[in-house]
Structure formats: structure tokens, C-alpha cells
């Protein structure tokens, strides 16, 4: 009976061990031919959990209206944003981030040609309310 009782304790303890162990980042990779880890930034983003890494390869992402709403790192393969440019086509803003939960790192990414028609006409490259923002290396082109 106390080997059994003995084991049971030893498993308990490593399951709480092994449970409480911090989770690593995922680094959803994505490519502007839609090959990668996810075939748009959007769809990488709905696939990562609150600190994951989307990385953006060299090349320009047709994409607007990128809705994030957790802490996540949105960067450049290089860090540079002569890298990687997100452009919205004036067809929304580039990123929409309302009430973000946490950090949203951006990070070597150009964000352009964002575009914004409303009363208050704000956030036409990054709009985001809540949370915090931290950009870095970033530039923000022809965004209305």
C-alpha cells in the first residue's frame, strides 16, 4: 500500500511540475504567396495564443482590417521595414486592435495605405483601444 501511495504522489508531483512549466511561443510564419505556417497574416493571428510570434517574410501582404485582440509579437524576418510591408490598399485600416488584451509588439514592419472614413478618422495604419501597443522599427506610408 505505500508503494502505491508512494507512486500516486510521485506522478501528482510530476504532473505539477510538468503542468506548472511556462509555455514557449509558437512562430507562425507566414509568406506573401500565402505559403507558410498560414496563408495570410489574419489567419495566423486567429491561430495564435496571447504571446505567440507572427513573422512576416520579405514582401509585400495585401491585407487590411487585421483585427488582433490578444498580446501577441508581429514582426519582419529582418526587423527592417524595408522587409515586410502590410498594405491596406485604402481599403480599411491596416490593423484594427479594439480592446486589446495585453501587449501587441509590432516590430521592422511597414504599414501602408491605410484608410479610415469616419467621424473621428483615427487609426488608419494601427488602430487599438485597451491593452498597450510597442512599435519598433516601424514606418506608416500614405495611411488616410
Known sequence: MKT???GVFIAGAVFV?????????????VEPDGSGDAPTIQAAVDLAAAG???ELACGTFYEHDIAI???I????VTSDPGCATIDAQQL?????CPDLEGELIGEGITFANGY????NGRGAGVF???GSLNLTSCDFVNNY
Not at 511540475?17 to 509555455?23: K, N
Not at 480599411?92 to 484594427?96: A, D, F, I, P, T
Open 4 to 6: 502505491r501511495v508512494w
Open 69 to 71: 485582440s490578444i498580446g
Open 17 to 29: 511540475a510538468l503542468g506548472s512549466a511556462p509555455a514557449t511561443a509558437v512562430v507562425w510564419h
Open 128 to 130: 487599438f483601444s485597451g
Open 92 to 96: 480599411g485600416r491596416v490593423l484594427y
Open 52 to 54: 505567440d510570434v507572427v
Open 116 to 119: 479610415r472614413n469616419d467621424a
Open 73 to 76: 509579437t508581429l514582426r519582419s
